[in-house]
């Protein structure tokens, strides 16, 4: 459950300056990821290798890259996953999508600190991260010694599980620049608007400055 906090002129505290910390380690190492691994996966983008030094560093860093990356969404995962269980009330708001979209926000079932599409988005982020780690031990050729049969099926799961984070990553990317204004601080200073949070989460509003 989420503590009680101070609303100051400042705002309404979202994220310490650790989970802050954490958020940013797993996105640098998510785009070095998706960017070498691009690299591997088509001869066109075999020029990205130079952002990790070229092709002999970039296979040896990868697999590191992606632990530090697993590590950190890992605390990340531990300290969300109560607050993005899918609860019936953001059912009812899912099904008033085309009324989200247009900004009719009467009567929305109020929500808590994640919306519908967050928490959809945070369990797929969660399926892909645990593929990416299986399947890339498996491909990690020079520490594990796994049967060719099993490297093939590793190689395809690897490339899928990373084609649908990236395409969740832009999702999340847009939504938190340029679909839902006034995201970016909550990950930079740490705090939001008391406007934003009663309009966007009510009740995770209410919950955390136990007030209104
Ligand atoms: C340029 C890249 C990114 C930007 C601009 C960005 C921005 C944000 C912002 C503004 C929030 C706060 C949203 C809110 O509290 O309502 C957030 C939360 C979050 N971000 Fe990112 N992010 C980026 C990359 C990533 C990456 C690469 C991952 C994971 C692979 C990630 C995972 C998360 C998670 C798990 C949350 C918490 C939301 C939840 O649990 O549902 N982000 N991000």
Same mark, same amino acid.
């Given at each position: 459950?989420?503590?009680t906090?101070?609303?100051?002129?400042?705002?309404?505290?979202? =994220?310490s300056?650790?989970?802050?910390?954490t958020? %940013?380690?797993?996105?640098? !190492?998510?785009? *070095?990821l998706?960017? #070498? &691994?691009?690299?591997?996966?088509?001869?066109?983008f075999?020029?990205?290798?130079a952002?990790?030094g070229?092709?002999?560093?970039?296979r040896?860093?990868?697999?590191?890259?992606?632990?530090?990356?697993?590590?950190a969404?890992g605390?990340?995962?531990?300290?969300y996953?109560?607050?993005?269980?899918?609860q019936?009330?953001?059912r009812?708001?899912?099904?008033?999508?085309p009324?989200?979209?247009?900004n009719?926000?009467?009567g929305l079932?109020?929500?808590?600190? =994640?919306?519908?599409?967050?928490?959809?988005?945070? %369990?797929a982020?969660?399926? !892909?991260?645990l *593929?990416?780690?299986a #399947? &890339?031990?498996?491909?990690?050729?020079?520490l594990?010694?796994f049967?060719?049969a099993?490297?093939?099926?590793?190689a395809?799961?690897?490339a899928?599980?990373?084609?649908?984070l990236?395409?969740g990553?832009i999702?999340?990317?847009?939504s938190?620049?340029?679909?839902?204004?006034?995201?970016?601080?909550?990950?930079t200073?740490?705090?939001?608007s008391?406007?934003?949070?009663?309009?966007h989460?009510?009740?995770?509003?209410?919950?955390?400055?136990?007030?209104?």
């Amino acid at each position: 459950m989420t503590a009680t906090v101070r609303v100051t002129s400042k705002g309404v505290p979202r =994220y310490s300056r650790n989970e802050r910390v954490t958020h %940013w380690i797993v996105t640098i !190492t998510f785009f *070095l990821l998706a960017l #070498s &691994g691009l690299a591997f996966f088509h001869p066109a983008f075999w020029p990205l290798t130079a952002l990790l030094g070229g092709g002999v560093w970039s296979r040896i860093l990868h697999p590191y890259i992606g632990i530090v990356m697993f590590l950190a969404f890992g605390l990340m995962g531990l300290r969300y996953w109560r607050e993005n269980i899918i609860q019936p009330f953001d059912r009812e708001w899912g099904k008033r999508l085309p009324d989200i979209i247009n900004n009719r926000d009467e009567g929305l079932p109020e929500i808590d600190k =994640y919306n519908l599409g967050q928490k959809q988005l945070f %369990w797929a982020m969660v399926v !892909t991260m645990l *593929l990416l780690l299986a #399947s &890339g031990v498996v491909l990690w050729r020079d520490l594990t010694a796994f049967p060719v049969a099993a490297i093939r099926i590793a190689a395809v799961v690897h490339a899928l599980a990373a084609f649908v984070l990236m395409l969740g990553i832009i999702v999340h990317v847009y939504s938190a620049i340029f679909w839902v204004k006034g995201s970016m601080r909550a990950m930079t200073l740490g705090t939001v608007s008391r406007s934003w949070a009663r309009h966007h989460h009510p009740l995770w509003y209410r919950r955390v400055a136990g007030k209104e």
